[in-house]
């Protein structure tokens, strides 16, 4: 049987789950694979996700993604999938928990300042009003600093000065990255 060979190579042999083909099991190869190998691969990838952002900035995104492939292959190789997967009929009631206590949270939370606006934001001594002015002309000043990085790439490219056109380029990267790191919209 193609179904019972292929449940066995991926769940007993490959995430040792050393129950197959008993309980939990349902003996439907799709319905198993959603509950028991698609629902918790998602979890385990999304909790090493936020592990490693903790851990490492952006700018080491692909030493992160290095090391989270490790992590998921080790947990693999282990054995310690099956631990994750046995939750997997819990994992819609976790999230659907998360949502109402996130909800709750934002809702009903205890707000900072009034209704003004000009409370203080904690740690920093100052008003929301002036941190939002703040924020508002470091981007407006780097938007203005990468529209002019980009007439001089336009004009460097023009003249064949590829070199000096590679260092502007670079430059308007690490603009635009810190333009995005002062936008309201990415906090």
Partial sequence: MVNGDFGALLFRDILRFTQYPGAPFTGDIL???????????VFIILFIYVILGVLFTKAQAKFRLLVGITLYLVIIVNGWYGTFALFGQFYILFLLLLGVFYFLLTHFGIRIGGGGGGGKVPGTGEGTEKQLKLLKSRREKLDDDISALEARLAAAIQAGKFEEAEKIR??????????????????
């Fill in 31 to 41: 319905q198993d694979m959603v509950n028991y190998f698609l629902f918790p691969t």
């Fill in 170 to 187: 670079r430059e308007i990267n690490r603009k635009i990255e810190e333009r995005d790191r002062w936008s309201l919209v990415n906090r």
